[in-house]
């Protein structure tokens, strides 16, 4: 599943990295605690959460996350959808909530992080 | 460790609760990693381990200093801060333990996984600890050997 799969799943819109969308992450995650995403997952993971702050792109800088999806409504502000535009890394928006994003995902075949080899 | 040079070493200061630039120096650290042409899968695991290191000084001390030196064969990442110091080290590497505070929760860290993540992330973890003066930690990467 591509990143543009997955912004059409959850009708979302692309805050930055609109040139990657052909990406495919190898599995997905969902969670608002950056602690267990650096624990836990795995390099080219899509991350969905609820928090915008800049250490969220940090954390996908330092962990080789492949993008992250912003669940129920919620943006970055400039400077964080820059500093991941000059890494690379893309953003996408959506107003589902957690719940019904990785739903809607897993119910396509996305996986998460202890179901992939 | 033998009186071998590092080929490259950085050396960096960490501002203690500056969240804005919190990161900093673990992105650059994964520049310079990767302009050095090492393997992505051992960079991530030195980088996780950085950015976990930057992150606890920030969260917890005053100030710091971050010095990563790069050798033939491995990486040594020394982190000094002076702060409150941690009480009980063991305590402090166990899984779920945390004295972050509730703002630094709603950034989401405080789990109390930043220690037994580095542990897992390095080959060899010291921590040197002084209640009340600060905290050194020295994390060592081995190129070709897993942690």
Redesign the interface.
């Known amino acids: 599943m591509t990143l543009r799969e997955v912004k059409d799943l959850l009708q979302a819109d692309v805050l930055t990295g609109q040139d990657l969308l052909d990406l495919e992450p190898s599995s997905f995650c969902g969670s608002d605690l950056l602690s267990d995403v650096l624990a836990f997952t795995k390099e080219k993971t899509l991350l969905l959460s609820g928090l915008t702050n800049s250490q969220v792109i940090r954390t996908a800088e330092m962990s080789d996350l492949i993008g992250i999806v912003f669940v129920r409504g919620k943006k970055p502000d400039s400077a964080t959808v820059e500093l991941a535009a000059i890494k690379k890394i893309p953003l996408l928006a959506t107003r589902l909530p957690m719940f019904e994003a990785c739903g809607r995902l897993y119910q396509k075949g996305a996986r998460g992080c202890s179901e992939i080899k | 460790m033998s009186g071998e040079q590092p080929f490259i070493e950085i050396k960096r200061s960490i501002a203690g609760g500056d ?2 630039i ?2 900093n120096i ?2 650059e650290t ?1 520049t310079i990693l990767q302009q050095t042409g090492l393997p ?2 051992f960079i ?1 695991r030195v ?2 381990a ?3 290191a930057e ?1 606890n000084v920030v969260i917890h001390a005053y100030r710091g200093t971050f010095t990563t030196q790069i050798y033939s064969d491995r990486i040594l990442v020394v982190v000094d801060d002076e702060g409150p110091g941690i009480p009980d080290v063991s305590l402090a590497f166990q899984e779920g333990y945390s004295t972050a505070p509730p703002h630094i929760r709603e ?8 220690l ?2 580095m542990k ?1 992330c390095s080959n060899q973890i010291a921590v040197d600890t002084r209640v009340g003066e600060g905290t050194r930690v020295t994390m060592v990467f081995y190129l070709n050997s897993s942690p």
Do not use: D, H, L, T
């Open positions: 969240f804005a919190a990161g673990s992105s994964k992505p899968v991530r980088v996780i950085c950015y976990e992150m950034m989401g860290f405080g789990a109390g996984y930043g037994s993540n897992k």
